[in-house]
């Protein structure tokens, strides 16, 4: 296996002068580019098809202090009319509005979760749309570690190529140990809830038979004395 | 001046090794696990860009208020692809895995086809990961294995994490029906005793009538 490069800024410049090696500054010039420009995104999107009437809502259950990146743009099937707009509203678990924007074909919205709940990103086709076809909405969501920026890690700490992809893999390794300490967390709760139902199962069901023979005893010293009452006893 | 030389030929080398690298690798997509409400059919839309890339996801449904889980089976799923063949098929399931090779490059459509009235959310969970295989490495001789190594690598760690986001998944749905167990215990229980109380005061009343002597005085 072949390691990476070890730069050596000031040879890259000496390169950069000579007319055979313009193609070595194009083809870092290309790098660079690839590495901070969004020509070749990280995450891919989901399409959806907005009909002419009605929301579409995506939603997803977020933990708290989580950073949540998305991207959505509109593309019209019929191209006759002019392009169409839709409106966005996004909402936290306690109704908060973290974003709302109307009449609109493409935008980005980012927030950091303060609360751990259902986050929800609701979409619909805005009045003026005339013509009745179908939209599609392409969405691209990212949380976690997917919405990390990794350019600026690279240009911070000046590591690029290889070093980068294996940076990239040592976070996903880490947001794979935080995602099994939060499973652990959740199956900890629920053991809880299972056996606070456990317990109440059997104590519930113990005192339904004591209410029924205390029910029937009282019936019976009702009656007993009613009969007595009654001089039929 | 000649060791100048190579040395510059190796830097070229080395940047278009990591050009072709970066393009390669950054073709590994990934997505967070987005719920949908199904009312009867949902679609949802994912581009494949190489043809051989095996697409592979999971998809549950969260639990809601459904008062016998064996009225309800679950979702049926069909997965399309661009020329109209249905990929993979799921029918009547609460939750599953699934993975295909894509037969070709295009939209593929994934559907949630709900048999009954009541609406269901779905949680579910896509990724398309692509590997460059001998044939990007014969055709570019600057491609190395390395980036092969890596690309598997990356699709390894991606299945682990599309195995927890099943995981977290099944764990909120679980989560769901404990919480009912525990309400329809306590409901249930509480409900239980009044009517008994309640059917034991009914039985009271109406023995007293049968007894009282403004009705039917000569049949006791």
Known sequence: MSAGPDEDPSSKREGMGNGANVRCGVLYALMVLCLTSDLIPEGEAIWMTLPPSGTKCVSEEIQNNVVVLADYVVISEDHTHPSPTISVKVTSPYGNNLHHQENTTHGQFAFTTKEAGNYLACFWVDGHHQGGGNLSVNLDWKTGIAAKDWDSVARKEKIEGIELELRKLEGAVEAIHENLLYLKTKEAEMRIVSEVTNAKVAWFSIMSLGICIVVSVMQLWYLKRYFQKKKLI | ?220
Request: aromatic share 10%; with cysteine.
């Open chain 2, 1 to 220: 001046m000649e060791r100048g030389e190579r040395k510059r030929g190796s830097k070229l080398r080395i940047y278009a090794l990591l050009l072709v690298g970066l393009l390669l690798l950054s073709f590994v997509r990934d997505l967070s696990a987005l719920s949908v409400t199904v009312n009867d059919v949902e679609c949802v839309y994912e581009y494949v860009i190489y043809e051989g890339d095996s697409v592979s996801g999971n998809f549950v449904v969260v639990d809601h208020d459904i008062f016998w889980s064996s009225d309800h089976p679950g979702i049926d799923f069909t997965a399309t692809s661009p020329a109209g063949n249905v990929v993979h098929t799921l029918k009547g399931t609460s939750g599953d895995k699934f993975e295909f090779k894509a037969p070709r490059s295009g939209m593929y459509k994934f559907c949630f086809h709900n048999p009954h009235s009541t609406p269901e959310t779905v949680s579910f969970y896509i990724h398309v990961g692509h590997i460059p295989n001998e044939h990007d490495l014969a055709k570019d001789e600057h491609l190395d294995p390395i980036n092969v190594k890596i690309a598997e690598l990356r699709e390894a760690l991606e299945s682990v994490i599309s195995e927890q986001k099943y995981l977290k998944a099944r764990d909120a749905r679980h989560r769901r029906t404990n919480e009912s167990t525990r309400k329809r215990v306590v409901l249930y229980t509480l409900g239980e005793y009044i009517l008994l109380a309640l059917s034991s005061a009914l039985q009271v009343v109406y023995i007293r009538r049968l007894f009282s002597k403004s009705v039917a005085y000569n049949r006791v």
